[in-house]
């Protein structure tokens, strides 16, 4: 099938407390393939934790969705990705925009940690806590995240959470969700749980990732990553034949 006339649009995004960094390879991995990406830095991010700590999840969304209304005014349609928070992000714009499909990787829809039940008074007793940065099996992979991470925006993630998972059931683009077996960050299996039962559209591909940690995108298996999210886009676009569903056993391979 031929190309169309105009090119297909991905809005990426990073995750919380990380930075560009994390989702960079990722991004050029799809721009080689002649996609638009748009990776907008979120509010707070790359500055410091305590510029962080000022912001409301309703200020990342909204960077997210502009990066996806910039790319829909010129492209012929836009893919949403986005890594760990990022990827409840992806989801939140797959429920509210006309996407033509979904990527996450690691997506994050619950806050494991047990201090989250509280959050809503820790975070006024509690300025900051160590953060969560380098979950990365590859030695010397660095995805520039804040070494401290303010409760307040962790209750703010915790927000966006519920109304992500709320908005589920009114996403139905194609959806591909990679899940590292071991996950330092996303501990549970409760985020790809929710997905599985509450998302609206009916094709979800999910793909384990047997050799990499929380960012797989700067780990052992970014090649698969990066390889069969190209290929997803390209099908879920039209410019490929489809190439059968990942079942929840897939392999990296």
């Known amino acids: 099938m031929d190309s169309p006339s105009r090119p297909i ?140 991470l303010p409760v307040r925006a962790a209750h703010q993630m915790k927000l966006m959470f519920r109304d992500t998972v709320a908005s589920l059931p009114s996403a139905s683009a194609p959806l591909l969700v990679f899940r590292s077996t071991v996950d330092r960050v996303v501990t549970s299996e409760r985020s790809v749980a929710a997905i599985a039962r509450l998302y609206g559209g009916d094709d979800i591909r999910i793909v384990r990732l047997r050799d990499s940690y929380h960012v797989a995108t700067l780990d052992n298996d970014a090649p698969t990553v990066f390889r069969r999210s190209v290929d997803f886009i390209r099908e879920v676009a039209g410019l490929s034949a489809p190439t059968g569903h990942a079942d929840a056993a897939g392999s990296s391979a």
């Open 9 to 148: 649009g991905v809005a990426l995004s990073h995750g919380f407390g990380g930075s560009l960094a994390g989702v960079a390879p990722w991004a050029d991995a799809l721009q080689e393939a002649g996609f638009r990406v748009a990776a907008p830095l979120l509010p707070g991010h790359g500055t410091s934790w305590q510029d962080l700590a000022t912001r409301s999840w309703g200020e990342w969304y909204e960077a997210y969705e502009a990066a996806y209304h910039e790319l829909a005014q010129d492209c012929s349609t836009v893919i949403a990705a986005g890594l760990s928070m990022g990827g409840a992000l992806a989801l939140r714009l797959a429920a509210r925009q006309k996407v033509g499909g979904a990527v996450v990787v690691n997506p994050a829809l619950v806050v494991d940690d047990p201090r989250s039940y509280v959050s809503v008074l820790l975070q006024h007793a509690l300025r900051s806590v160590p953060g969560i940065a380098n979950d990365i099996k590859l030695a010397g992979a660095d995805e520039g995240a804040y070494a401290r």
